[in-house]
């Protein structure tokens, strides 16, 4: 059989670039090629198919989660607004709640799916909450895995994974409890964590800095890594944008979906007495940042991260699991590595 | 597939306000072009018939390009890979060109080495995604997108050999396929000439790549264009001055073909298919079906199924775990029965020498007896020769003295006479 000959290695056509420049003579006319129009191509492909977003929230009963979720996307898409028979009592074990919702903006279709976990840290005993909210994560691991190695799959594999968590820290000016220490801790190396601090008109501007330097150090100090994780910057530019936003994390947000007449313009806000809380407003709290960051500007980096590296680490993790099934002895040393993550008592879900 | 992400529980909501998620397509957009795109194209035709030179001018630069000989025993391909850049996006550009296609005398199995190097590179693909440790994004993604393929201007009809190909490829690569050379037919011919090769195309059932009518920006340009299938066309990347303006062309005693200019050629619209409206959904299809159907007709043939749904990502393991058991046990088989057959060989060996030393032995004793035997006979005569000698030497003594005897006795005889 003949063999084909191996490609040979790179090399960039001894013209540089497509531009063809020609010094005098006649205008040259066989410069364009087109190859830029793939751009064009890629964005007609990218509105057609729309996008998937799944954020989910967890924090305290009453600290504005859903209200913040209305305000960054700028409709009720919390939980809380779309149940009729909206819930006051807090339920007696965490419960993962999700909605989903088709939006769309200039063309651009996305289907939101917000994840609520009504019943995190309202226990009396609130050691190992952490566990359903984990148990959840892989399990949408689980779920596009089992697509994925599929013989027959789907063209577009639906994505239910959680490209992000936003974990509110209730405002109490000092420095973070054991329960958010250990919750970041533990889910930081599975999803994309962004912490913030909710209610933040209840803190002065002294006090929301001191915190925030306060919370991380803390971060800092037990290693925990929230998004942008440094380890993740690909370049430079990168880098350099990235510490920007991680020397103003957690951000101090208010949430509101009511409008206000402020100076002669609606504005989202919060009336008090003492003055109205812009929310858009960055000189009052730093809701505009994270809506920029989640957003505007980075929503395809934390998708692209939840898929290339926290799915891929527990893609490994699984796939390594399942072969050491067939030696069990194996299989406890296994589970003995990886403490965190085998909470449950069935050691299928890791 | 706009349905697509409306599904059950799903409810369409309406904004207050800009939320600012219509940057999306820009943020994907912005990743590709720092991450670089990658397009394959493979090019099948005879030898001369010019598949280099268009590619020099779709692309506008200079490939290294080798004048190959029409003496090739079978048909080879070679790729060559090439950086290009226009404005802010970079291409990863791989052309791989069939050398000796259509040369051999017998062409049965021309197609089996451009099926092999499709199969190879879907493979490679196939083993990446397989792995545990995978690095997908980073991938050089070397799987064909686009294959052109080139027909001979006769003007009459598809060749067996084109057929044959193009049937065996068609549902593992896109297939366009171009008239080449086009400045060897009229008009009048090149029309007939289209219309002849899409019937014979469609009567065997030759699936050619269809330009995508499903996004409405597109879908009038691309049903034009797919009528106008297959392209014919003229490459060159020569200039010929042409007004007052220098333009790509073939210079000839009768006229100047230019490349460029659609009462010529087809090459523009060549380029603007091909390159410019639909290199993504190229990409794309071989991804979501080329690759797809491999990846199941691979999986399905190494005994991998998809069982009920409650045993679904561990069947695959599991199944790979048995094969790989069953193939280590097989392999220890073999180690086992090779291992028995190199004792028994050696059995048989020693067994043999052992005989042979024997046999040695024997012989040896056989003759050491001969030896003594001989020996023995030797010292016999010998010692009868002694005898001999001794009874001889015996006789002569008595003769001699009996002689002796009877001269003195004659002597004293001889003196009695005397006196």
Redesign the interface.
Known sequence: MSEAVVPDAMVSPAVGGLHGEKAGGPAVDFSYVGIDAILEQMRRKAMKQGFELNIMVVGQSGLGKSTLMNTLFKSKVSRKSVLATAQEKIPKTIEIKSISHDIEEKGVRMKLTVIDTPGFGDQINNENCWQPIMKFINDQYEAYLQEEININRKKRIPDSRVHCCIYFIPPTGHCLRPLDVEFMRRLSKVVNIVPVIAKADTLTLEERDFFKKKIREELRANGIDVYPQKEFDEDAEDRMINEKIREMIPFAVVGSDQEYQVNGRRLLGRKTKWGTIEVENIAHCEFAYLRDLLIRTHMQNIKDITSSIHYEMYRVRRLNENNTVMASAELERTDAQYPSTSESPSSVTC | ??Q???DK??????????????????????????QG?CFNILCIGETGIGKSTLMDT???????NFESSHFEP????????????????R??L?V?NTVGFGDQMNKQESY??VV??ID?QFESYLQEELK???S??NYHD?RVHACLYFISPSGHSLKSLDLVTMKKLDSKVNIIPVIAKADTISKSELHKFKIKIMSELVSNGVQIYQFPL??E??AKVNTTMNGHLPFAVVGSTE?V?VG?????ARQYPWGVVQV?NENHCDFVKL??ML???????LR?QTH?RHY?LY??CK??EMG???TGPES???S???TY?AKR?EFLVELQKREDEMRQMFVQRVKEKESELKEAERELQSRFEQLKRLHADEKAALEEKKRLLDEDQSSFSKRRAAAQLLQAQSLTANGKKDKDRKK
């Open positions: 597939q706009g697509l992400l409306i529980g799903v409810r369409p909501l309406s904004l207050a306000g800009h939320v600012g998620f219509d940057s999306l397509p820009d943020q994907l957009v912005n990743k590709s072009i720092c795109f779709l692309f506008n630069t200079n490939f290294e079978q048909v080879k391909l070679r790729a060559q890979t090439y950086d290009l850049q226009e404005s802010n996006v291409l990863r791989t791989v089996q080495p092999d190097y190879r545990i440790k995978r997908l994004h070397s499903d996004d920006t597109v200039e001055s007052n303006k220098m333009v790509k460029e380029r603007e390159i410019c409206v639909n290199m993504e959904d794309e979501t797809e990846r199941r999986l399905e991998f199924k998809d679904k990502p561990v695959l393991q599991q775990e058991q």
